[in-house]
C-alpha cells in the first residue's frame, strides 16, 4: 500500500535521484520546517524495526562514509554493533549516534529501543529547497536500505506524520495537508 498524498517534481540533485526531479518542493511544505508550528526538533523514525534494521543503518552511515560521532554520555567511542548496543542494560545512559549525511545537516540517532530507529533533525538547519533535498535524499536512502517507511512526526505529536518515505513510491511524500499561516 503507498503513502502517497501528492506532489509532482522539480530540480533535485541527490546522487540516485531522477535527474531534474525532487521529492518535494520547498514552496509546497515549508510549514512543515517552521520550528514555531513544528517544534525545532521533530521524531523522525522507521517503526516496526530490528536489531538487524539498526545494524543495517550503521553500515550504511559507514558506507556512504557520513561523518559520525557515537557518544555514550560525553564520551565518544568507535560505532559498535547494534546488537551491542540494544542490548544494554535498561538503566543505562541513551547513547547517541550523530550523523551529518552533508556537513551543515545533523541527525542523531537514538538507540534506546530495538523496535524502531529514531533520530532528530533540527528545522532550523533544514531551510530552503537544497536543504530539503539533503533531508530527502536523507531519508531516501535510508528508507530504500531497510526497505520501510521512514516518518517525520512533529515535535511532541509522536504518531502523527506529516512527510516520509513511501517505499512504493520511492521518494519522500506528504501524509498531511500543509497549514496555512
Given at each position: ?99 551529518w549525511p ?67 513510491a520511492d ?11
Amino acid at each position: 500500500m503507498s503513502l502517497v498524498k501528492g506532489n509532482g517534481g522539480a530540480s533535485g540533485r541527490w546522487a540516485g535521484q531522477h535527474v531534474g526531479v525532487a521529492d518535494l518542493l520547498w514552496d509546497d511544505v515549508k510549514c512543515f520546517f517552521d520550528p514555531d508550528l513544528m517544534g525545532s526538533l521533530p521524531d523522525v523514525r522507521v517503526p516496526d524495526a530490528s536489531v538487524e534494521d539498526w545494524q543495517a543503518v550503521l553500515d550504511l552511515v559507514a558506507e556512504k562514509d557520513w561523518k559520525c560521532q557515537y557518544y555514550e554520555g560525553e564520551t565518544v567511542l568507535p560505532v559498535p554493533r547494534a546488537e551491542a548496543v540494544l542490548s544494554r542494560p535498561a538503566d543505562a545512559e541513551c547513547p547517541d549516534l550523530r550523523v551529518w549525511p552533508t556537513p551543515d545537516v545533523l541527525a542523531i540517532f537514538r538507540l534506546h529501543a530495538d523496535d524502531e530507529v529514531d533520530f532528530d533533525v533540527d528545522l532550523r538547519e533544514l531551510q530552503g529547497q537544497e536543504r530539503l533535498d539533503v533531508f530527502c535524499g536523507f531519508l531516501r536512502e535510508i528508507g530504500r536500505r531497510l526497505g520501510k517507511s521512514v516518518l517525520m512526526d512533529p515535535e511532541g505529536d509522536y504518531g502523527h506524520p506529516v512527510l516520509g518515505f513511501d517505499v512504493e513510491a520511492d521518494r519522500v511524500v506528504l501524509l498531511a495537508d500543509p497549514q496555512v499561516r
